[in-house]
């Protein structure tokens, strides 16, 4: 019958599922994270080198995860991710993390002189990604950086590996490089496109932004 599942594709939802809730535990998320920057180690460095390079003033990470760049920064610190169990037991004096949602965040407005956010944006459908860049623009100082890497559906349409990794994926809402820009272009002024090499099978890209005139510190925020 049409409407009948295919056994193969259930199996294969019902394990991701699984695996999926798996990740939500901290040691695991964090082991897996480890796992998964086997074979990356010069992509991430070249993550680490574009936040350091950027750190001033007051800074927020945005999708923090359970922190993993948290050690970059010694002070004047927010990270905010949605998932609480990531943020358990996080916080410092001088680091911050703070449970909330990027379409909506609770800072008020002009606070941050630097924003980034790493590979959170193909976890969120375009509407909620256009709410969360007006919120990060809010959330800026006017002469702040912003730094947003992420995933992009492969360029090349052949590309078996890279389209597999797409859909297995945690994040479900992998978009194509254009529609990303332009998605940026709304609220943001490029400074710098990069793409992250040795990320394949994933195809990272890092924008370096600066809010646009108007887009900083507009929000619904007091
Ligand atoms: C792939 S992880 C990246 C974590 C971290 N940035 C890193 O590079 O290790 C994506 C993170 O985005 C968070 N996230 C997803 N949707 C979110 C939302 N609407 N608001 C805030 N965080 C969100 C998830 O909980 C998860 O920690």
Redesign the pocket.
């Known amino acids: 019958m049409a409407s009948e599942r295919k056994p193969d594709q259930g199996l294969i939802q019902r394990l991701s599922r699984k695996i999926y809730q798996v990740l939500e535990i901290p040691f695991i ?1 964090d082991l897996s ?1 480890e796992i998964f920057s086997i074979g990356r180690k010069r992509a991430l460095k070249h ?1 680490e080198r574009l936040l350091a390079e950027n750190a001033r003033g007051r800074i927020l ?9 948290a050690h970059l920064f010694e002070s004047n610190y927010y990270a ?4 609480p169990k ?1 943020l358990a037991g996080k916080s410092q004096k001088r680091l911050q993390f703070v449970c ?4 909506l965040l609770p800072f008020k407005r002009e606070t941050f002189d630097f924003v980034f ?4 944006f ?3 459908d375009m509407e ?1 990604m256009k709410k ?1 860049l007006k919120e990060i623009a809010s959330v800026c100082k006017s002469e702040a950086i912003v730094v947003i ?1 992420d995933c992009m559906l492969p360029e090349n349409v052949l590309d078996i590996p890279a389209r597999i990794i797409c859909k297995l994926d ?2 479900k809402c992998i978009k194509d490089r254009r529609t990303f820009e332009d998605a940026l272009r709304v609220d943001f002024n490029f400074v710098d496109v990069h793409h992250v090499d040795y990320s394949y099978p994933y195809n990272f890209y890092a924008f370096t932004l600066r809010p646009k005139q108007g887009a900083a510190g507009v929000g619904t925020r007091g």
Request: glycine share 16%.
């Open positions: 998320y994270q993550i990470d945005v999708g923090c995860g359970t922190g993993r760049y905010l991710d949605i998932n990531y909330g949602d990027v379409t956010s790493i590979v959170i193909h976890h969120i909620s969360a890497v945690r994040g």
